[in-house]
């Protein structure tokens, strides 16, 4: 069955840098796009990055852009958000998701807080 599951969160300052991961099995994950969405509290979830299954192109929420670079790795089963000069307004939980035919999956998060 298909997993997916997130690390790599964590309480950063402002300013600061985080690499997050999102390690999937149980489908062929380089023939996917792969997102990046993000739920703060009292928000709706939403739509931060995407990365094509050969990782050639990528997309990116205006409020992330030139902050955030999306990767993955195939031989590894990876995609990695690098948000750099991190605002408290990025504090949410970020959830790896995959959309394969009429289905969507979702990992179980990982929290990032930036606070001074």
């Known amino acids: 069955q298909v997993q997916l599951v997130e690390s790599g969160g964590g309480l950063v300052q402002p300013g600061g840098s985080l690499r997050l991961s999102c390690a999937a099995s149980g489908f062929t994950f380089s023939s996917y796009s792969m997102r990046w969405y993000r739920q703060a509290p009292g928000k709706e979830r939403e739509l931060v990055a995407t990365v094509t299954s050969t990782g050639s192109n990528t997309n990116y929420a205006d409020s992330v852009k030139g902050r955030f670079t999306i990767s993955r790795d195939n031989a590894k089963n990876t995609v990695y958000p690098q948000m750099n000069s991190l605002k408290p307004d990025d504090t949410a939980v970020y959830y790896c998701?995959?959309?394969?035919?009429?289905?969507?999956?979702w990992g179980q998060g990982t929290q990032v807080t930036v606070s001074s």
């Open positions: 998701n995959l959309r394969r035919q009429a289905f969507e999956y």
